[in-house]
């Protein structure tokens, strides 16, 4: 967008003598033609660069109150960042080439924690607990699926029991994951047998641990497609470990407004099994 602007002679007259003034030196011979001086070149070589600036400021400024421009802190769980998020991404990036996104990759305790301090915009991560004074609105859902090695002996099975589960190593992801905590819930026994568990910090990760035989583990589909070579997916029986994910933001930035409501938009867009129902968490 170029602005042009039409001042008086006289206008330009006065500016140029009160810069003039200021400077202590004149800028413009005058007679029957204006030329510049030696102070006034060296002053318009010294000052093209500030004019640019302002001109790229003033640029950036209208990109930004369109919504065209800025810096989006936004907050990611697995598998999310890594199965979902990149195409989503890309494409949002070649639409809008000026604005500039961070990406933070952490569990959903993590970046609630960061919501709250200031440090992201928004996150996509499950739901918080009641009264953190952030917004949920469900966006999707991850739906998960039992993996085994395809040498495990419970390959048999067309689907798998909790009570299967229980004679076998099972592979959990970290303890301050929501996923973990809700598989904890539907584990406990009373008077069980205690589990063989070995914990992997990374629920994406959690396949290629299946992969070289360590032991069986509930995986979202999503990282899953396609299967992953020399392991075997089962359905667990009687149960729906499922997990809701969402855009989380503070109370007062819900909707998202000027870029961060650009990639909200793409987001809610993209990610499938939206809801269109949002629950507050005051």
Do not use: W
């Amino acid at each position: 967008m170029y602005l042009i602007h039409i001042y008086a002679q006289s206008t330009v007259t006065m500016q140029v003598q009160k810069l003039e003034a200021e400077l202590g030196m004149r800028l413009i011979e005058r007679g029957k033609t204006f030329q510049l001086t030696e102070a006034g070149r060296l002053f318009l070589e010294q000052s093209a660069h500030i004019v640019r600036d302002i001109e790229q400021l003033q640029d950036t400024m209208t990109e930004l109150a369109a919504g065209e421009a800025g810096h989006i802190r936004l907050g990611v769980v697995e598998p999310i960042a890594s199965y979902r998020l990149p195409a989503i991404l890309a494409d949002f990036l070649r639409v809008f080439p000026n604005i500039r996104v961070s990406i933070s990759i952490a569990s959903s305790t993590v970046l609630i924690q960061q919501l709250q301090h200031g440090e992201l915009d928004m996150a996509i991560c499950s739901p918080p607990l009641l009264g953190t004074g952030l917004y949920f609105e469900p966006l999707l859902t991850e739906h998960f699926a039992v993996l085994l090695p395809e040498s495990h002996p419970l390959t048999n099975k067309t689907t798998i029991t909790i009570q299967d589960l229980r004679s076998h190593r099972l592979l959990i992801t970290a303890a301050d994951c929501p996923y973990r905590r809700k598989l904890e819930m539907i584990l406990q026994e009373p008077g069980g047998p205690p589990l063989d568990t070995l914990e992997i910090g990374s629920m994406s990760a959690l396949k290629f641990y299946v992969q070289s035989g360590i032991g069986a583990a509930l995986v979202p589909l999503s990282v899953l497609r396609p299967e992953p070579g020399g392991t075997v997916i089962r359905p667990l029986e009687g149960y729906e470990v499922d997990m809701t994910c969402g855009l989380l933001c503070r109370e007062p930035d819900y909707p998202p407004r000027l870029a961060a409501g650009r990639l909200y938009a793409i987001l809610k867009e993209n990610l499938p099994d939206r809801s269109p129902h949002a629950a507050r968490t005051m």
